[in-house]
Structures are given as C-alpha cells and as structure tokens.
T-cell receptor
C-alpha cells in the first residue's frame, strides 16, 4: 500500500469509447503526475499538476484529457484512443515538484485499446 | 539528448550478490533515484544519491559517481522476492526526472 490508489486496475476499450482513469492519494502531497509505461521503454511523463494547476503537458495527444479537481484527486479522461495507446498508466504524487523528494506511485491502470 | 542506460535483463542466484549499473547523460544533475517494481505492482522508492559515494540500506546499496555519470545498485544476499524490475532515474537541471527503461532481475534458486 503506497497511499496512492488507482481505479480501474484493468480497462479494455474500443477506439470509439470514452472512459476515465481515477487516482487518489492519501499522503497530503501537493503534486500529482500521470505517466505512461510501455514494455521495455522508460516511463513517459504525460502531465503534472502542482496545487491543482497543470504545470506540465508533455506534448500529449488531445485524446488524453487530465483533470485535477483538488490536490488529492487526479483523472485521465480517454476518448478516441488508438491501439498504440495500450499501456500501463501510472499515477504518482510527491510533496511539490522541483526539489521534492521521491515519487509515490499507484499500482497503475492497465489499458487495452482494441 | 538526455539518456539513461541500464541493462535490459540480469539473472542471479539466490543468496548471491548482483550489481545493476546505470549510466546517464543529462542536462545537469540534481540527484539519482532507484525504484523497484514487482510485476503488476507500483514502483517503490529504494534509494536517492546526490553526492558521490555509497549509500547503504540493509541488503541494498547505491553508489554514485557524478564525474563518470554512473551509478549502481548493489543487492546482497539475494532472495526470491528480489525478482523485479529496477528503474534508474536522474533529475536534471530543470528538476525533470529522466528514466531508464529498467532492468529486469531474475533470481534463480
């Protein structure tokens, strides 16, 4: 138990579906992150929120839409995805960005796009 | 460009010692992290090095040489539960984390 909870753990969707991934952290952190993890590739940073404000959008396609209603919750809205978007999506949190300490990760949402 | 290199896969024997290397080329340096990730689970923090030298934490140690752009993670008295992927990440001058692709460690009895 890392203090970061992601739901759903597994998701299968068609290319025309709309779904959302949810992340919740119980650590009192101010920063939250979405990462994409594909097999044998480095973690790809997608979005960063600090105190609910988006501070990083790493050239992510618009079919991925993040939402951060407060410092404890983070969503990733998915629509019109492509098969190459199939991956493990990891949420993480930390005490701020910059010189902040380590990231705390959730267990991820395994996404399969058919 | 920025780059982190680590071996894709390593195999070791239970009870032995293994060293996982990580070399990096980044725009500046503000610390190096090691994470452990068991299959299907969250990556969890193992160690942080910002100064040269060895940091020891029980069976795990991490070494850093900033002049060589090099780090290693040393695992002693290997146990079956150490079978996992080990991720190296460097924080660059903009405090962005640059990640390696991870090293899958397989422990055999």
């Amino acid at each position: 138990e890392t203090g970061v909870t992601q739901t759903p753990r597994h998701l299968v969707m068609g290319m025309t579906n709309k779904k959302s991934l949810k992340c919740e952290q119980h650590l009192g952190h101010n920063a939250m992150y979405w990462y994409k993890q594909s097999a044998k590739k480095p973690l790809e940073l997608m979005f960063v929120y600090n105190f609910k404000e988006q501070t990083e959008n790493n050239s992510v396609p618009s079919r991925f839409s993040p939402e951060c209603p407060n410092s404890s919750h983070l969503f990733l809205h998915l629509h019109t995805l492509q098969p190459e978007d199939s991956a493990l999506y990891l949420c993480a949190s930390s005490f701020g960005t910059g010189e902040a300490g380590e990231l705390f990760f959730g267990e991820g949402s395994r996404l399969t796009v058919l | 460009g920025q780059n982190i290199d680590q071996p894709t896969e390593m195999t070791a024997t239970e009870g032995a010692i293994v060293q996982i290397n990580c070399t990096y080329q980044t725009s500046g340096f503000n610390g190096l992290f090691w994470y452990q990730q068991h299959a299907g689970e969250a990556p969890t923090f193992l160690s942080y090095n910002v100064l040269d030298g060895l940091e020891e934490k029980g069976r795990f140690s991490s070494f850093l040489s900033r002049s060589k752009g090099y780090s290693y993670l040393l695992l002693k008295e290997l146990q079956m539960k150490d079978s996992a992927s080990y991720l190296c990440a460097v924080r660059d001058s903009n405090y962005q984390l640059i990640w390696g692709a991870g090293t899958k460690l397989i422990i055999k009895p």
